[in-house]
């Protein structure tokens, strides 16, 4: 059940001049959450900006006493309200709506792969972390356009995520996009190895990696990031076309707020998500 | 000092309070009974129906702008049979008063969703939407011409014994005429202002920011142009009216009532602060004890033209 928290920012770590990592005070909101849930947050400013905007709950965060007080987000500069979030400071307030949306799963599997593309990196913090908890040996295929648009990395290895880097300048890790390393691994992989692969990041990165994972036969999970208005399925902006599982040929506007925004990479018209950015 | 008692007569429905949920803004209800519950409020207009089921517009579908928003959903929906199969028992388990939001592209359609909403259980009062902008077909051609509104009107009165109240459009020159069409047509009531149509481009690719060109302007920035749509309806019907256009606060609740209106919905507002609703009811009640009013009806239509053009001062 969602609840709406007034949160106090306990620190606003820049991390370069566009992204940022807000840590909020919401122990209400972070001890009930799972990985790929989301929050629909909101300075309070009158009338404008007027309407939330969603975020993935990035880090789960922990006290002294290793009691959840509160959880953080990640933070890319694209417009207004990105902007303004950058400038927040400790002691200022962030209202909070969540958790909301559906997690990602954790079927029992022996290896899980996770391919994130820029902010894309945000709802797998979380995910590591109970992958890990869980014991699945897990890889983390993270892109981005140059070195300076990398970050957590050193966070991901100490979990004992092993980390595949790329950028497209070659500047750090690999020279190319995230699925170049995602598509040798995929064809060295033993068939026998039961894999769960995860993805978030640009439509189009989102497109392929769904691609490339259901030419390998593997399941797969992605983050999807529309247009949300209300986050509780109240207005119906952010509708995904989703094929019916039963019959293949048929397909439904489903809100991602609701029924998202992780869905399976197979379920997806992914030609009607591509229209819509 | 007696208590305050918020609840109002709409017409022959008995309101709880005057505070009603939007149609288009809080899917069918059932998606908010974790937030809010249903039977607090004065009633709650569902998502406007069709016959059958409707896809809507392909995505963008809404975009943010001055202290408002612009949709264009065009209407995706169950369709009536679902909804009185699916939704509407779960809305009787809350004890929600439900007003039926109704759309058709024929007057023929209307009339026939209003006898399967007359049969159903749990129906309080139909909606008629004639005023969606972001129709083709249906809808606004109908709440943009007298004689459609009459038209409409006049089939379902013809149709249903439930209270029907038309949902006017803004985007014409003359609302109150409209008001005056549906009340000789035999409506119990009228609500309005539906969204204005407008449009959003991005400047970067000159491309709309909607996929459907067009869409409807809710939110803050509309409100006192509904006000005004609302003041003038007042003077030229005396059915109840159901005012709405931007309310986000108890005050913008009060200023609807004075301006006229007997009851209000709220919109745009939910989707910013699903858990506004108790806070509206208690700011009302409040603004009633301060001026020492024990009933709702008391203050609307209050609007004082004696010394208009100095409140400005003031603020």
């Known amino acids: 059940m969602p609840v709406d928290i007034d949160a106090v920012v306990l620190s606003n770590d820049r991390l370069s001049k566009v992204y940022n990592v807000i840590k909020l005070s919401a122990p209400e909101i972070a001890a009930i959450s799972h990985p790929g849930q989301f929050v629909m947050v909101r300075q309070d400013c009158e009338t404008a900006p007027l309407l939330r905007r969603p975020f993935s709950i990035f880090e789960i965060l922990r006290d002294n006493q290793q009691q959840v007080s509160g959880f953080s987000l990640l933070n890319k500069r694209v417009g207004t309200v990105t902007d303004a979030l950058f400038l927040l400071a400790s002691g200022d307030r962030l209202q909070c709506l969540g958790p909301l949306g559906q997690p990602f799963s954790t079927p029992p599997s022996s290896a899980a792969w996770m391919v994130a593309g820029g902010v894309g990196l945000a709802p797998f913090a979380t995910l590591a972390e109970d992958l890990r908890q869980k014991g699945v040996p897990t890889t983390l295929f993270y892109g981005g356009r140059s070195a300076e648009d990398l970050f957590y990395v050193e966070w991901f290895e100490r979990l004992g995520i092993r980390v595949l880097l790329t950028t497209e300048d070659g500047t750090r890790g690999e020279l190319g996009l995230v699925t170049l390393p995602l598509k040798r691994e995929l064809t060295t992989l033993p068939p026998t190895t039961e894999l769960m692969i995860y993805a978030c990041g640009p439509t189009v990165m989102m497109h392929t990696v769904a691609a490339l994972a259901q030419a390998h036969n593997r399941p797969i999970e992605v983050s999807l990031e529309p247009v949300m208005g209300c986050g509780l399925g109240g207005c119906y902006s952010c509708v995904v076309r989703v094929r019916d599982e039963r019959d293949k040929n048929s397909s439904q506007l489903l809100r991602s707020c609701l029924h998202g925004p992780v869905f399976a990479g197979d379920q997806l018209v992914w030609d009607d998500l591509a229209r819509a950015v | ?315």
């Open chain 2, 1 to 315: 000092m007696p208590p305050i008692n918020l609840e109002v007569a709409f017409g022959s429905l008995q309101l709880k309070n005057p505070i009603v949920a939007a149609s288009g803004c809080i899917g069918y209800g059932v998606e908010y009974t974790d937030i809010v519950n249903l039977s607090t409020l004065g009633a709650v207009a569902v998502k406007g129906l069709f016959l059958e089921e409707r896809e809507g517009h392909a995505p963008p579908r809404i975009v943010e702008t001055p202290s408002g928003m612009l949709n264009a959903i065009g209407l995706q929906g169950i369709g009536v049979r679902r909804f009185v199969n699916e939704k509407l028992p779960q809305l009787r388990e809350c004890n929600a008063v439900v007003i039926v939001n109704i759309c058709g592209t024929t007057v023929d359609e209307y009339a026939e969703l209003a006898r399967i909403l007359s049969d159903a259980e749990g129906v309080a009062a139909l909606e008629l939407n004639i005023s969606c902008p972001n129709l083709k077909e249906g809808g606004i051609t109908f709440g943009c011409s007298l004689e459609g509104t009459h038209a409409v009107v006049d089939a379902v009165r013809h149709a249903t014994s439930l209270p029907i109240i038309p949902k006017l459009t803004p985007n014409v020159t003359d609302v109150a005429a409209f008001a005056k069409a549906a009340e000789e047509a035999g409506a119990d009531a009228v609500s309005l202002v539906n969204t204005f149509l407008a449009m959003a481009i991005d400047i970067e690719t000159r491309r709309p920011r909607l996929s459907n060109v067009v869409g409807g302007l809710s939110g803050p920035a509309i409100r006192p142009i509904a006000i005004r749509m609302v003041h003038q309806c007042r003077q030229a019907v005396t059915i109840p009216i159901m005012g709405m256009g931007g309310i986000r606060t108890a005050d913008d609740v009060v200023e609807f009532l004075i301006a006229g209106a007997d009851a209000v919905q709220v919109g745009t507002a939910n989707f910013v602060d699903p858990f506004l609703w108790p806070k509206l009811l208690q700011g009302l009640t409040v603004y009633l004890e301060r001026h020492g009013h024990a009933k709702v009806s008391d203050i609307v239509g209050t609007v004082d033209l004696s010394t208009p053009g100095i409140s400005w001062i003031s603020s």
